[in-house]
T-cell receptor
Framework: EAGVAQSPRYKIIEKRQSVAFWCNPI?????LYWYQQILGQGPKLLIQ????????DSQLPKDRFSAERLKGVDSTLKIQPAKLEDSAVYLC?????????????FGEGSRLTVL | AQSVAQPEDQVNVAEGNPLTVKCTYS??????LFWYVQYPNRGLQFLLK??????LVKGSYGFEAEFNKSQTSFHLKKPSALVSDSALYFC????????????FGTGTRLKVLA
């Protein structure tokens, strides 16, 4: 079974530039999550999708971050314009979702460095 | 509101000795509890979970965890540590109802010394 795919693995940009990350979840997983993991900290939920609808985006900095999940499959997370404090690993995860008891399956992450 | 606390930033243990990584949680209603491990430059990998039933759950690589409802704890344990267990460990909690949001702790770095 293919795992959660993310790209790019690494990205270096200057502040005020834009960047986009892509995620393809495990086939059949209805719920998709984007987490931000700053060095030395635990993953922080940015946005949670159930199929192609947003369930929770309360911690997404909406003035600069946006995310979409077209057709309820793959997803894109965009940052525009980037700030120095956005340097982090962006983790995508998926699960069967809903009231199920399943664990999250994570991708390898996309490491962003903002100079 | 849901929260998870991992009180130790780092745990050092000698190879062959038992290890414990601590986790306490706060959630409304029944909790679903998880442990994940993260190796350098990798995503998080699932180790084990508690949903209901027996308070002692067994998972991958010889790890187990004990759910204690009265102490709201879910400590990760292993009877005999290996050097290869050295990694970053995260505890996570999810409420049994609601938005099914998974909240992670800050992580504990486990160092197993040869």
């Amino acid at each position: 079974e293919a795992g959660v795919a993310q790209s790019p693995r690494y990205k270096i940009i200057e502040k005020r530039q834009s960047v986009a990350f892509w995620c393809n979840p495990i086939s059949g997983h209805a719920t998709l999550y984007w987490y931000q993991q700053i060095l030395g900290q635990g993953p922080k939920l940015l946005i949670q999708f159930q199929n192609n609808g947003v369930v929770d985006d309360s911690q997404l900095p909406k003035d600069r971050f946006s995310a979409e999940r077209l057709k309820g499959v793959d997803s894109t997370l965009k940052i525009q314009p980037a700030k120095l404090e956005d340097s982090a690993v962006y983790l995508c995860a998926s699960s069967f979702g809903g009231p199920g008891t399943g664990e999250l399956f994570f991708g390898e992450g996309s490491r962003l460095t903002v100079l | 509101a849901q929260s998870v606390a991992q009180p130790e930033d780092q745990v050092n243990v000698a190879e062959g000795n038992p290890l414990t990584v601590k986790c306490t949680y706060s959630v409304s209603g029944n909790p679903y509890l998880f442990w994940y491990v993260q190796y350098p430059n990798r995503g998080l990998q699932f180790l084990l979970k508690y949903i209901t039933g027996d308070n002692l759950v067994k998972g991958s690589y010889g790890f187990e965890a004990e759910f204690n409802k009265s102490q709201t704890s879910f400590h990760l344990k292993k009877p005999s540590a290996l050097v290869s267990d050295s990694a970053l460990y995260f505890c996570a909690v999810r409420a049994a109802s609601g938005t099914y949001k998974y909240i992670f702790g800050t992580g504990t770095r486990l160092k197993v010394l040869a």
